[in-house]
């Protein structure tokens, strides 16, 4: 199983990025896929997470109304559009997919996960 982050990059505060992920080695679908990211110095938290096909989607309130999460099952792919960036948002962000059921906030119910991505927001 590989799971591609892609997507980071430096922005200024108030400026947008769309993260993706690219899933192969699973069958995708069967999987609801989360975002979390890590800043420099504290642990692994929970942004996003969105249901096996897409109709359920969950959000940490301090991204809630900000980012966006989103799936495309055809292409093997999740992706994250980011609005609003704040440079609180900068850390690396990671895609993961869930263990089982509907997706969780959980870092210990994710099986596979990502490399990782840098955001970086400059203030």
């Known amino acids: 199983v590989q799971l591609q982050a892609s997507g980071g990059g430096l922005v200024q505060a108030g400026g947008s990025l769309r993260l993706s992920c690219a899933a192969s080695?699973?069958?995708?679908?069967?999987?609801?896929m989360g975002w979390f990211r890590q800043a420099p110095g504290k642990e692994r938290e929970f942004v996003s997470l969105i249901s096996w096909l897409g109709g359920s989607t969950g959000y940490a309130d301090s991204v809630k109304g900000r980012f966006t999460v989103s799936r495309d099952n055809a292409k093997n792919a999740v992706y994250l559009q980011m609005n609003s960036l704040k440079p609180e948002d900068t850390a690396v962000y990671y895609c993961a997919a869930a263990s089982v059921g509907p997706g969780s906030r959980e870092v210990n119910e994710y099986a596979y996960w990502g490399q990782g991505t840098l955001v970086t927001v400059s203030s």
């Open positions: 080695g699973l069958r995708f679908s069967s999987y609801a």
